[in-house]
């Protein structure tokens, strides 16, 4: 049995991350094209928002930094060859990747804040079941997760803060002008 080298599996982990990282980002910036987001969204712009809601321009930097996070600790996971739970970790790092990108159109698109709550929670959720997971892998990749989670629960309160401003929310009717999703 031949064992790789310190430099191999640097290299093998390089590999991994330049196709992980730069996938989640897409699929993250391909999830927020999907209908207008932010401040761009005449419905969102119209709720009313918490006092720590932040300026939007931090939810794009703060959103592509954990998905660089997140793709270099699903790249050390797909180079833990031999590891019993990579498997596992990857199935559940892919589930969270499915809340994650629903998040988005539901919410700014379908103006369903109560499902986007529930979305956070079943993500969050699903996150943290991975970062767990991940740390019986490579307990560097669990760590990268962390940010992850802890935004996951500022987002959290944020989406309840807003539900709880706006009972009516799914109501608020954008103007007509305005193409936004419907489900």
């Not at 590999?15 to 999907?34: C, E, K, N």
């Not at 991975?130 to 935004?151: C, E, N, Q, S």
């Not at 500022?154 to 709880?164: C, D, P, R, V």
Request: charged content about 10%; proline content about 5%; glycine content about 6%.
């Amino acid at each position: 049995m031949e064992l790789a080298t310190k430099g191999q599996l640097r290299w093998a982990f390089l590999r991994w991350a330049m196709v992980t990282v730069p996938l989640i980002v897409l699929l993250g910036f391909a999830s927020s094209r999907l209908v207008p987001s932010g401040e761009q969204n005449v419905w969102y712009a119209a709720l009313a928002k918490p006092a720590f809601n932040p300026p939007g321009w931090v939810f794009p930097i703060a959103w592509t930094a954990l998905y660089i996070l997140m793709g270099l600790a699903l790249a050390m996971i797909l180079n833990a060859r031999g590891s019993r739970y990579r498997g596992l970790a990857i199935a559940l790092f892919g589930l969270q990747m499915v809340f994650n990108l629903a998040w988005t159109p539901v919410f700014f698109g379908a103006h369903q804040v109560f499902a986007a709550f529930l979305i956070i929670v079943a993500m969050f959720v699903s996150a943290l079941v991975a970062t767990l997971v991940f740390g019986r892998i490579r307990t560097a990749a669990a760590w990268l997760m962390v940010p992850y989670l802890a935004w996951l629960c500022f987002a959290g309160m944020l989406n309840w803060s807003i539900m709880q401003l706006n009972p009516n929310a799914e109501a608020l009717v954008p103007s007509s002008s305005d193409a936004q999703m419907t489900i």
